[in-house]
């Protein structure tokens, strides 16, 4: 019998309309373009605005735009996990609400929270339901408003992160093509650099809490910049060596959009040139679980039946990895 393997049958992102600028953050807090451009890359930001407006709003564009290029039927849908920090609500799942927003009345659906992990970690979860010959359709969904999370009276945090949600449809192979490996890791000794302190099961929300911006991300740069730039580059260079590949044989690399510079780190580690590299950090900064499908979206006219993707990704948690797999289309 021939192997089934999950193949990525159409992609689409989507980034809200409004854009914050690096002279934009420079007028809110002590920093300019200079710092920020040199230090991660950054030029602009994309940010969800408008009263009611969630994570989940995100996605269904996203998923509007993949059902319209795919001639997919909402009901056609079997499952649909939802890469998410920034959830609608903390209950029900994100993924909930968006099978309800999108009409998939057949598909269950479920949240999955690694962080800037997000995405490959819910590629990899939805690629089993696929090979098992259990399901047909599979969305992958990667989305953050971060917007929501970030305090924007730190300099250190809030030039870093965007808005925005891609979505993957997996569907079944047989040709070869699609998921063929990955490598998921995950420490969570690393919480302590990066994290939402308040407004779970340990410090719910309070006056006091919310006084002490505990409600926002808690990010130390530097421990977390050296664990991203070890690990990243570790595990894509792991998953090539698990599977035979050198530098030549590598189309594309995916990497999430934290740092350039922990993307440069990573590309060199695995011998790549930087015209095999996704890079669109200048545009949307980091979007978290949207930053890796968001790189598929821009490049999909580019790439082509076969090609050998690496996606690579590290963030809180920590959470890290890497998913080796050849374009289907
Ligand atoms: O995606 C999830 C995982 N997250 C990441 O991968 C992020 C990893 N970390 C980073 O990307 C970097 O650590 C940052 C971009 C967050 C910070 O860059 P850095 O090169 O590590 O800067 P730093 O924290 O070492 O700060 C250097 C200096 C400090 O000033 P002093 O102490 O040298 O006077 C900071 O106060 O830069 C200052 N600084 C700023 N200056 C202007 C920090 N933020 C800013 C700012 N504008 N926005």
């Not at 997000?118 to 690629?127: C, E, H, K, P, R």
């Not at 910049?225 to 060596?241: R, Y």
């Not at 189309?251 to 040139?273: C, E, F, K, S, Y």
Request: charged share 20%; hydrophobic share 40%.
């Amino acid at each position: 019998m021939t192997e089934i393997k999950a193949a990525i049958t159409g992609v689409a992102g989507y980034v809200p309309e409004d854009v914050l600028t690096n002279a934009d953050l420079a007028k809110i807090v002590d920093t300019n373009d200079e710092w920020i451009r040199s230090r991660t890359g950054i030029e602009k930001r994309h940010i969800l605005k408008g009263e009611g407006l969630g994570t989940s709003d995100m996605a269904v564009k996203a998923i509007e735009k993949l059902f319209q290029k795919t001639g997919t039927n909402p009901e056609e849908i079997d499952l649909i996990i939802c890469g998410t920090v920034t959830s609608d609500y903390n209950f029900p799942s994100t993924a909930n609400v968006i099978s309800d927003k999108v009409g998939a009345k057949n598909a269950w659906s479920f949240d999955l929270n690694a962080a800037c992990s997000g995405f490959i970690y819910s590629l990899t979860t939805g690629a089993q339901f696929i090979e098992t010959g259990k399901y047909k359709k599979v969305l992958v969904v990667g989305a953050d408003k971060m917007s929501s999370i970030v305090d924007y009276t730190d300099r250190t945090t809030c030039v870093i992160f965007g808005d925005g949600a891609g979505v993957v449809l997996l569907e079944p192979s047989e040709d070869g093509n699609g998921i063929q490996d990955s490598i998921l890791k995950s420490d969570g000794a690393g919480r302590k650099h990066l994290i939402q302190r308040a407004g779970g099961s340990v410090l719910p929300l309070t006056k006091e809490n919310i006084e002490d911006r505990l409600h926002y991300v808690y990010q130390e740069g530097q421990p977390v910049f050296k664990a991203a730039v070890t690990n990243m580059a570790d595990v894509s260079a792991e998953i090539m060596e698990k599977n035979g590949l050198t530098g030549d044989d590598v189309n594309w690399l995916v990497p999430h959009q934290a740092n350039l510079r922990i993307i440069d780190a990573t590309a060199r580690r695995m011998g790549l040139t930087s015209e095999k590299v996704m890079i669109n950090i200048q545009r949307y900064g980091n979007t978290t679980a949207g930053t890796i499908p968001l790189c598929l979206s821009d490049w999909e006219s580019q790439l082509k039946k076969g090609d050998n993707i690496i996606l690579s990704a590290f963030g809180g948690g920590f959470t890290w990895g890497a998913v080796y797999l050849k374009w289907a289309y």
